[in-house]
């Protein structure tokens, strides 16, 4: 359509130029006095023109036909892209489970944090201090061993350091006992600053 409306318009261009000569045709042989073939000139300028009123009708149509196909086709590839959005959204709610399963799943973790700290408040209020101590101790011996490196192979009798001929220092008994009454101290305050911080229940 555009390349028919392209050369309507240059059609009208010719015409105009014909228009205009037929005109001064018409002049020229008036001058020399032949009427009757500067009226025949004049009829072909007035067809001409005829054609071009045509012509720009044909144009003006096919223009506004242009612009109808035009928008028909936005309004096509907008509708296509409405689809596909609505496709794609309906398809990521089924996968979610939609705005239930966004919620039930969110009462699931809430569900599951009361549950620790129930399990938690249970177990603290059963236990004793020693009890508790006994548990951290334990703690404190599986993370050394998490964290101590892997034992090295087996050296030659060549290759091992002499040993150390004086004695190591000793702890007393009464220090040994210091140092666990003191690490007891300590994590007792831990747990009071942690029982601290944790929400209450409703």
Sequence with gaps: MKLQRDKLRQYQKRITILTTRETAIARDLLSRGDRSRALLALRRKKYQETLLSRTDAQLSTLEQLTQDVEFALVQKDVLFGIEQGTKVLKEIQREMGG????????????????????????????????????????????????????????????????????????????????????????????????AAAEPMLA
């Design 99 to 194: 705005l239930e399963g966004v919620e039930k799943l969110l009462e699931e973790t809430e569900e599951a944090r009361a549950y620790q700290r129930e399990v938690s408040e249970m177990l603290g209020g059963r236990m004793s201090n020693q009890d508790e101590d006994e548990v951290e101790d334990e703690l404190e011996a599986l993370e050394k061993e998490a964290t101590d490196p892997l034992p090295t192979p087996q050296l030659q009798q060549s290759q091992l350091p002499s040993a150390p001929t004086t004695d190591l220092p000793t702890l007393s008994s009464e220090d040994l006992e210091r140092s666990k009454a003191e690490a007891r101290r300590t994590r007792a305050r831990e747990r009071a600053k942690a």
